[in-house]
């Protein structure tokens, strides 16, 4: 029974899913594929950019899509989000429609040869990915003429979901902020075949295997002239590739004497449900600030911490997030962020979170704790529960911080929160 339970927990540790209703893709022509893709677009219809290393699959109608098998290049394109009409067969008012793959970079490893001065990249592997970036910069640039705010939102999602789920849930943030900004799904190789239990441990190296991908096109995306915020979201397992690719950026900022909001223009990072244990995300997350011999500039620096920005790291959890218990469970850590609590915390974790927060690091980090629902398993509250949408509308679209009225947060003790019992009632 405890075995049963597990594995229904875990299998909670994907979003929750809609029924969606994929309509026939396109490829771009760029690519050179030698089959027929049809497409069809629908009215009412909002558009997401994608990027993923999930390898395409063709159906039997000669369709395009992506499945859970990894890729060892990096694709990127658009995918449409239509409204259902309230059809009485969907559980989403969403639908993935038309997928329109625009370019990919080189395979990895990329082609390196032997020189009398060492290693060198092949300038084909060089110009192939420089074209690539371009193509993504330029695609990123065209959204952004169109957008009402010239800021980005990327959203990484959890275990278990498939590439439709990852792009119906960025659909309905980006819904929720009213389409006003560019929003760009990440979606990794998950969702895979291998069961409940092998299938976490397959999608758990996945993501691992997505960190890298996702840094470069992080990464490219900031460089994309006219960005003025960055804003990276991420759900569940998520959380964990979010951590390791903030983790570099931070480390490639700081050594250049600089800092994530200065380079990369990231003035959000929002973890959701956070399936990764405490303390690793503390390492993860500030290995910079712990490292005074880590070089800053040409040398080191052991006092001196470039100046952080807008940049502000919100954590979202509930104590009872089934989930999340399972994880504990499974890898035996002292507790998993996204069940975090201030009554959970042993003193020694209090301090930290306390420093994570303080004055020294000039409030770089809230938790906000959520009591409700969010289905059986409690785990997917950021999609379902309309209190913790309006906080984060609040956050990303209003620039709002907490402690602000017209945030319905209730102060435990900072950087702790609450969501608002009554907000919580009223939905």
Not at 52 to 58: C, F, G, K, Q
Not at 199 to 215: C, H, L, M, P, T
Not at 280 to 292: C, G, Q, R
């Amino acid at each position: 029974m405890a075995g049963l339970l597990l594995l229904v927990s875990l299998a909670g540790c994907a979003t929750q899913r809609a029924e969606v209703a994929t309509l026939p893709v396109t490829e771009s022509p760029a690519l050179q594929s030698t089959q027929t893709i049809r497409s069809r677009q629908s009215s009412g219809a909002f558009d997401l950019l994608y990027i993923t290393d999930r390898a395409p699959v063709t159906a039997s109608d000669s369709t395009l899509s992506y499945g859970a098998e990894r890729a060892l290049f990096l694709s990127f394109g658009s995918v449409s989000i239509t409204p259902t009409r309230n059809s009485p067969t969907s559980k989403s008012e969403l639908r993935v429609g038309a997928i329109s793959e625009t370019g990919r970079f080189p395979a990895t490893p990329y082609g390196v040869v032997a020189t009398a001065n060492g290693l060198r990249r092949t300038p084909t592997a060089v110009a192939a990915h420089e074209q690539a970036a371009a193509s993504l910069q330029a695609e990123v640039a065209r959204r952004l003429a169109i957008a009402n705010r010239k800021e980005v939102v990327v959203f990484i999602h959890g275990y278990g979901n498939g590439f439709d789920d990852a792009a119906l849930a960025t659909g309905e943030i980006c819904r929720s902020l009213q389409n006003q900004f560019v929003c760009i799904v990440l979606t990794w190789p998950g969702g895979g075949s291998g069961g409940l239990f092998f299938g976490y441990n397959i999608d758990r190296e996945s993501s691992e295997f997505a960190v890298a991908d996702f840094k470069k096109a992080i990464r490219i995306i900031a460089e994309v002239k006219g960005v003025e915020r960055l804003h990276l979201l991420a759900h569940s397992r998520g959380t964990d590739v979010l951590a390791s690719v903030v983790q570099q950026l931070a480390i490639e900022a700081y050594v250049s004497r600089s800092s994530l909001w200065q380079r990369y223009k990231i003035a959000n990072a929002v973890f959701f449900a956070p399936d990764i244990d405490l303390d690793v995300a503390s390492s993860k997350l500030f290995a910079w600030v712990s490292d005074p011999d880590l070089a800053f500039g040409s040398k080191s620096s052991p006092s001196t911490f470039p100046p952080q920005g807008a940049m502000h790291l919100t954590v979202y959890s509930s104590p009872g997030d089934k989930a999340l218990g399972a994880s504990t469970l499974l890898f035996g850590s002292a507790l998993r962020l996204g069940q975090l609590a201030v009554a959970r915390l042993p003193k020694n974790r209090s301090e930290a979170a306390s420093k994570w927060a303080g004055s020294q690091m000039g409030g770089l980090v809230d938790f906000i704790e959520f009591s409700g629902g969010g289905g059986f398993i409690g785990h997917s509250y950021f999609l379902s529960d309309p209190a913790v949408k309006a906080d984060l509308v609040a956050l990303i679209r209003d620039r709002v911080k907490a402690g602000d009225p017209r945030r319905q947060l209730v102060e435990i003790k900072r950087p702790f929160w609450r969501i608002s019992d009554v907000q919580q009632a009223s939905r």
